[in-house]
C-alpha cells in the first residue's frame, strides 16, 4: 500500500523534498499550500505542518485579504 490522500499511511520527508518544499514556498509565493501539495503529491495539512517544522515563514491565508485603508470601520 502506498502512502497518499486518505490512505493513513504517513511517508517519511528527505533532503530532497525539504529543499523543493523550500524552493516551492519562497520561490513562488502566489502558490497556495493546496497547489504545492498536488505538485509534491502529498496533502495540503502534510504541506503546511512541514513548512512550519522546517521554520518556513507563514503565508497569508487564501481566505482573507487586507487592504489598509478599506473596509467598513
Avoid: C, N, Y
Avoid at 2 to 25: F, N
Avoid at 54 to 61: Q, T
Amino acid at each position: 500500500m502506498s502512502g497518499g490522500r486518505g490512505s493513513g499511511v504517513k511517508r517519511a520527508w528527505d533532503d530532497a523534498q525539504d529543499a523543493r518544499l523550500r524552493d516551492l514556498w519562497l520561490a513562488e509565493p502566489s502558490l497556495s499550500a493546496a497547489a504545492i501539495a498536488l505538485r509534491m503529491a502529498r496533502t495540503k495539512s502534510s504541506i503546511i505542518g512541514r513548512a512550519s517544522r522546517i521554520g518556513l515563514p507563514g503565508r497569508p491565508s487564501p481566505l482573507f485579504e487586507v487592504h489598509i485603508g478599506e473596509g467598513p470601520f
